[in-house]
Nanobody
Framework: VQLQAFGGGLVQAGGSLRLSCETTGRISAVNARGWYRRAPGKERELVATLTASDRTNYADSVKGRFTISRDSAKNTLYLQMNDLKPEDTAVHYC?????????????WGQGTQVTVSS
């Protein structure tokens, strides 16, 4: 199983980007998929998650600006980011959390850099 994230780049404040995360291979018993990010000198933080039952959860800092979605047929997770701010600058990672019996496995993509200039 491999997760590959792409779509990052350099954008001016107020601009938009759409991140994609393609999953190759099959992951059963998915609990949730999501996006996380790590800014320089900071801890990794949750950006948005989408559960198997289509519940979404967003960090307060991105609510109203970012939208998480998926295309099950393409096995791809998306993050539409609008009205980007310099504080959104970070490496963004996609994640899939899946049950394995009573344990949880986490699968991570390689990260894609988002840089927002002021």
């Amino acid at each position: 199983v491999q997760l590959q994230a792409f779509g990052g780049g350099l954008v001016q404040a107020g601009g938009s980007l759409r991140l994609s995360c393609e999953t190759t291979g099959r992951i059963s018993a998915v609990n949730a998929r999501g996006w996380y990010r790590r800014a320089p000198g900071k801890e990794r933080e949750l950006v948005a998650t989408l559960t198997a039952s289509d519940r979404t959860n967003y960090a307060d800092s991105v609510k109203g600006r970012f939208t998480i979605s998926r295309d099950s047929a393409k096995n791809t997770l998306y993050l539409q980011m609008n009205d980007l701010k310099p504080e959104d600058t970070a490496v963004h990672y996609c994640n899939t959390e899946a049950w394995r019996g009573s344990n949880v496995d986490n699968y991570w993509g390689q990260g894609t850099q988002v840089t927002v200039s002021s």
